[in-house]
């Protein structure tokens, strides 16, 4: 793909962070508050197809991404639609047993632990105020950084990435030495 977008690998990489940073601007000032989790889908699909068109595609490849970036987002707004009218017509879930819920704590715990120092710290400054307080706080933190909130944004879903799967790997750890006792 990033033989598309430019012969030299490293504009082929600053063209492709340009076309991210534009798409997730445009769907953040379309108010999508999942505006880097479409991105990525938008990436992987024309990554999954860039060979199936690249000998015949004319024109500039940022064109396709926006393409493919609007067809993203017109499915999540239907599938938010969705989301919304099965709220609407739900039943609370039933609250998570306290093992499990202590389970979760104990590894996210582990897992901030793992993480860089810098990373951790700014993860958790990110998330630590409320309402317009938070709104003030991460342009600061951007500011600091000498980053765009945009570019701050992508930093944190990266690193709430990497700590999902921490947990996820943590939490089927602690699951298995019990399907272990059960095999045995």
């Known amino acids: 793909m990033l033989d598309w977008l430019n012969p030299d690998r490293e504009r082929a990489g600053e063209k492709f962070m340009t076309i991210g940073t534009r798409v997730t601007k445009i769907l953040v000032r379309r108010q999508c508050y999942a505006a880097e989790e479409l991105w990525d889908e938008t ?28 067809l993203v987002h017109l499915e999540w707004l239907k599938d938010e639609k ?29 897992c901030l632990q793992k993480l860089d120092v810098e990373d951790r710290e700014l993860l958790l400054k990110y998330y630590e105020k409320e309402k317009r307080e938070k709104i003030a706080s ?19 879903h990266r690193t709430n990435v990497d700590l999902r799967k921490c947990i996820e790997r943590c939490l089927n750890a602690a699951m298995q030495p019990i399907g272990h006792v059960l095999a045995g």
């Open 82 to 110: 969705w989301k919304k009218e099965r709220l609407v017509n739900k039943q609370p879930d039933p609250p998570e047993p306290d093992d499990d819920h202590e389970l979760i704590h104990e590894c996210l715990g582990e």
């Open 43 to 70: 990436s992987n699909r024309v990554c999954h197809r860039v060979r199936d068109f690249v000998d015949s595609y004319v024109g500039d490849p940022a064109l396709y991404f926006y393409a493919v970036a609007k």
């Open 138 to 156: 991460r342009k600061e933190l951007a500011d600091k950084r000498g980053i765009t909130l945009n570019n701050l944004r992508m930093q944190i």
